[in-house]
């Protein structure tokens, strides 16, 4: 089944302590992007990428790191975890061919207390 | 740059149709994308417009003027698992970095 997935899909932790939200899809698309969704702002761009090491800053990517090593896999790095990174963070993938359709992984509510 | 602007909530019974608005302000276009997103689960790709004009896709249609920097997606027939945040995106100044609206909640009454 054509799919992304994001692990962990909820976490809660303190301030200060690094974590990864992996990304992984197995439709061997060349885009990938973070999302985080907010009340009342909706989807914001944290990073994305092109391809294999080539990636770029959204809207929003302070106090998050990201790296695209393989095609399948697209991490997110929080260094620092702050309470304002509280949010649910989607993941997506694109072939950026046909109509560009980007498929959204289940989404990763954090909390950063 | 880029801003996308579309109404926070719109209610509509069963049956209707409801008519969702998005402007966007860019200085470069590559086309503007519709998306569905029903609560707690992740948003899912609806429609993609690059040329001017309607496209139709089953009870969806999708509207697209460049030259008003305007687009509609239109439900006909609505059901009451339309209830769902309708998302409008496009991408901005360079392929891959996008800019998504707040989301329009739509709520479909009996």
């Known amino acids: 089944e054509a799919q992304v997935t994001q692990n962990p899909r909820y976490l809660i932790t303190v301030t200060g302590k690094k974590l990864t939200v992996t990304c992984s899809q197995n439709m061997n698309h060349e885009y990938m992007s973070w999302y985080r969704q907010d009340p009342g702002l909706g989807l914001r761009q944290i990073y994305y990428?092109?391809?294999?090491?080539?990636?770029d800053k959204g809207d929003v990517p302070e106090g998050y790191k990201v790296s695209r090593k393989e095609k399948r896999n697209f991490p997110l790095i929080l260094e620092s975890p702050s309470p304002n990174q509280t949010s649910l963070y989607f993941c997506?993938?694109?072939?950026?061919?046909?109509?560009?359709?980007?498929?959204f992984g289940p989404g990763t509510r954090l909390t950063v207390l | 740059g880029q801003n996308i602007d579309q109404p926070t909530e719109m209610t509509a019974t069963e049956g209707a149709i409801v008519q969702i608005n998005c402007t966007y302000q860019t200085s470069g276009f590559n086309g503007l994308f519709w998306y569905q997103q029903h609560a707690g689960e992740a948003p899912t790709f609806l429609s993609y417009?690059?040329?001017?004009g309607l496209e139709e896709k089953g009870r969806f249609s999708s509207f697209l003027s460049r030259s008003k920097g305007y687009s509609y997606l239109l439900l006909k027939e609505l059901q009451m698992k339309d209830s769902a945040s309708y998302l409008c995106a496009a991408p901005t100044d360079s392929w891959g970095k996008f800019q998504f609206g707040a989301g329009t909640q739509v709520v479909v009454t009996p």
């Open positions: 990428s092109m391809n294999v090491e080539v990636t």
């Open positions: 997506a993938s694109s072939d950026m061919e046909e109509n560009n359709e980007q498929f």
């Open positions: 417009n690059v040329l001017d």
